[in-house]
C-alpha cells in the first residue's frame, strides 16, 4: 500500500482538528473554526471518520482571536 495522496492527508488533519474542537489555521484565508460543530461517526470500510453534514455542507468562520487582531497566546 502506497502513500496517501497529499489532499487526502490534509482533509485528514483538517477533520482531526474539528473533532476537537480546534481553530484551523488555513492561511492564507485565515484562522477558521466551523461555525455548527459537525458529528463524525467511524462507519468508513476502512476505518476512517465521516462528517456529518458531508464536508461541502461545513461553513466556516473566522476564529474570534484574528477579529481582535492576533493570538491571544
Do not use: Y
Amino acid at each position: 500500500m502506497g502513500q496517501k495522496p497529499i489532499d487526502h492527508a490534509i482533509g485528514e488533519w483538517i477533520i482531526d482538528k474539528l473533532r476537537r474542537h480546534e481553530e484551523v489555521d488555513l492561511m492564507p484565508f485565515g484562522h477558521l473554526l466551523v461555525k455548527h460543530q459537525p458529528q463524525t461517526r467511524k462507519d468508513h470500510r476502512e476505518g476512517g471518520w465521516s462528517l456529518i453534514p458531508p464536508k461541502d455542507e461545513i461553513e466556516f468562520v473566522h476564529s474570534r482571536n484574528e477579529e481582535k487582531g492576533g493570538s491571544t497566546t
